[in-house]
Nanobody, 121 residues
Framework: QVKLVVSGGGSVQSGGSLTLSCAAS????????MAWFRQVPGKGREEVAR???????TYADSVQGRFTISQGNAKKTAYLRMNNLSPEDTAMYFC???????????????WGQGTQVTVSS
């Protein structure tokens, strides 16, 4: 069982920056991915950014160029640096992780708690 502990989040004015972190423990295989998602009430969960142990990164179009995902702590911590935030980025942010399989794909299997990000205009 992989455990994820999320920190960061909070309130910021439009144009500001925040950094989220997600610390994982309990991996039993050597390759995994970590991803950030966000959700607003009444809408589905949106994947924001993803990174895997090969260093491959992907971003949603809505955050490309503003958000950066990175790894630390032997790739067991994922950071999400969010720059130039706008009110449209207001959401509950979640961290997820899973193992890279042979397809290759990396479905989310474990989730951390959410952290609220609120951007005021």
């Amino acid at each position: 069982q992989v455990k994820l502990v999320v920190s960061g989040g909070g309130s910021v004015q439009s144009g500001g920056s925040l950094t989220l972190s997600c610390a994982a423990s309990g991996y039993v295989y050597d390759t995994w991915c970590m991803a950030w998602f966000r959700q607003v009430p009444g809408k589905g969960r949106e994947e924001v950014a993803r990174i895997d142990t090969y260093g491959r990164e992907t971003y949603a179009d809505s955050v490309q160029g503003r958000f950066t995902i990175s790894q630390g702590n032997a790739k067991k911590t994922a950071y999400l640096r969010m720059n130039n935030l706008s009110p449209e980025d207001t959401a509950m942010y979640f961290c997820g992780t899973g193992y890279v399989n042979n397809i290759p794909a990396c479905p989310m299997e474990f989730w951390g708690q959410g952290t609220q990000v609120t951007v005021s205009s």
